[in-house]
């Protein structure tokens, strides 16, 4: 999996490519909660477009990011969901716990 993190005004943005699974999520948790304790955005904006694969552990990546920001009272918006990414976020019931949307504007 590769991260890419920026910083842009409040906003913290990480995208996510490739597959998403325990051994990939280890280092890009430590490095994203970091972050978000340092710059304490007001939104983290995840743009999980480019995910080939997402288990359990990628689940857990996006739910503990939501609690991160909880604690530093923000929020979190998924941007362009690959089509698993999306599936596993609605079974989970994560939709009803952050904002999933299209880069053209509208909400998933």
């Given at each position: ?20 699974d ?14 978000i ?5 007001k ?15 990628g ?46 504007g509208?909400?998933?």
């Open positions: 999996m590769d991260l890419t993190v920026w910083n842009e005004n409040d906003k913290l943005y990480i995208k996510l490519c490739g597959e998403v325990h051994h990939a999520v280890k280092d890009a948790r430590n490095e994203v909660d970091t972050l304790i340092k710059n304490r955005p939104t983290l904006i995840m743009d999980l477009s480019a995910i080939d694969f997402m288990d359990s552990s689940l857990g990546f996006v739910l503990g990011r939501l609690r991160k920001m909880n604690d530093v009272s923000g929020k979190v918006v998924v941007l362009n969901p690959a089509r698993r990414a999306e599936d596993m976020l609605r079974m989970a019931g994560a939709d009803k716990l952050l904002k999933i949307a299209r880069s053209d509208t909400d998933v």
